[in-house]
């Protein structure tokens, strides 16, 4: 099956940015569509951006419009997930999923596969 394989997390301070990238090593995830979700700890895990398969569509959680910009590029089979203007409450595990739907969803169901997460921390 598909693996995912996050990159880019790290601490940054607050107002500070990150670039998150999403692999397939072998796979090619331009036939699929990418969601990007994270988990604080103590918390469920909840839908951050995505991006569609059919027609680069994309959605974001309200919390994060105009500071987070997901993309992606065939070429190097990578989908990004640019964060700026970082807030505490931004620090959480951020994972990389895959559907094989034609449309993004910001729920977790209908992905069947997910990367193993990357830290993101943002504190002073």
């Known amino acids: 099956q598909l693996q995912l394989v996050e990159a880019g997390g790290g601490f940054v301070q607050p107002g500070g940015s990150l670039r998150l990238s999403c692999a397939g090593p072998g796979f090619t995830l331009a036939s699929y569509s990418i969601g990007w979700f994270r988990q604080a700890p103590r918390k469920a895990r909840e839908g951050v951006s995505c991006?569609?398969?059919?027609?680069?569509?994309?959605d974001y959680k309200d919390s994060v419009k105009g500071r987070f910009s997901i993309s992606r590029d065939n070429t190097k089979r990578t989908v990004y997930l640019q964060m700026n203007s970082l807030k505490p409450e931004d620090t959480a595990v951020y994972y990389c999923?895959?559907?094989?739907?034609?449309?993004?969803?910001?729920?977790?169901?209908?992905?069947?596969?997910w990367g193993q997460g990357t830290q993101v921390t943002v504190s002073s």
């Open positions: 999923a895959a559907a094989s739907r034609t449309f993004c969803y910001l729920n977790e169901r209908p992905y069947d596969y």
């Open positions: 991006i569609s398969r059919i027609d680069g569509n994309t």
